[in-house]
């Protein structure tokens, strides 16, 4: 049983496309997140949403749009892609209480390369 | 500002002990949190250190000194397995959920 998954593992696509990532989540959890995490391994939040409200929305360009139709699925929406759009994007969720609740769970990651 | 410094990368042998070490610069402070990321896969959860003091996990032990800004992450018995990017990850205050994180630290292991 996968407890937080992604879809699709690989995206390989050109400048100038849309694509979406997928993230769905079965823990139960309350809260879920997109990172993104670029070449030097930096971890950088992008979005936060607490049952299906958005709390955290980092300087990212909008061209990002999250998407949470439930609490338990964080989708990610990508426009017009840019080149400095490849990186590794992770998807998490944490119960978002206090303390050891608040620990996250990382999906697989889904890897963009945009050529 | 905000500001979490780790070593960038650290070798070790196989069988030894190594440290870790961790220092940040929050606005507020709400918990410290360790992550294992081997190369091509997801952090993964490894402790949460709230309170000064050791947190013992097995072969895997983490620090924290609230006063000090700095936390480390000891690993005993080194493995090969254990090759790996460690990467530190602190809660300020606040209710946003969000976690401030290092760039981490990439351990390699010697034979």
């Known amino acids: 049983d996968t407890a937080v998954s992604q879809t699709p593992k690989y995206l390989v696509t050109q400048m100038g496309n849309d694509k979406s990532i997928k993230c769905e989540q079965n823990l139960g959890h309350d809260t879920m997140y997109w990172y993104k995490q670029d070449s030097k391994k930096f971890l950088k939040i992008m979005f936060s949403?607490?049952?299906?409200?958005?709390?955290i929305n980092e300087t990212v360009p909008n061209r990002f749009s999250p998407k949470s139709p439930d609490k338990a699925h964080l989708n990610l929406h990508i426009n017009s892609l840019e080149l400095g759009d490849s990186a590794v994007y992770f998807c998490?969720?944490?119960?978002?209480?206090?303390?050891?609740?608040?620990?996250?769970?990382f999906g697989p990651g889904t890897r963009l390369l945009v050529l | 500002g905000q500001n979490i410094d780790q070593p960038t990368e650290m070798t070790a042998t196989e069988g030894a002990i190594v440290q870790i070490n961790c220092t940040y610069q929050t606005s507020g402070f709400n918990g410290l949190f360790w992550y294992q990321q081997h190369a091509g896969e997801a952090p993964t959860f490894l402790s949460y250190n709230v309170l000064d003091g050791l947190e013992e996990k097995g072969r895997f032990s983490s620090f924290l000194s609230r006063s000090k800004g700095y936390s480390y992450l000891l690993l005993k018995e080194l493995q090969m397995k254990d090759s790996a990017s460690y990467l530190c990850?602190?809660?300020?205050?606040?209710?946003?959920?969000?976690?401030?994180w290092g760039a981490g630290t990439k351990l390699i292991i010697k034979p």
């Open positions: 949403y607490n049952n299906k409200e958005l709390i």
């Open positions: 998490a969720s944490s119960q978002g209480g206090q303390g050891p609740q608040e620990t996250q769970y």
């Open positions: 990850a602190v809660r300020e205050g606040g209710s946003n959920y969000q976690l401030i």
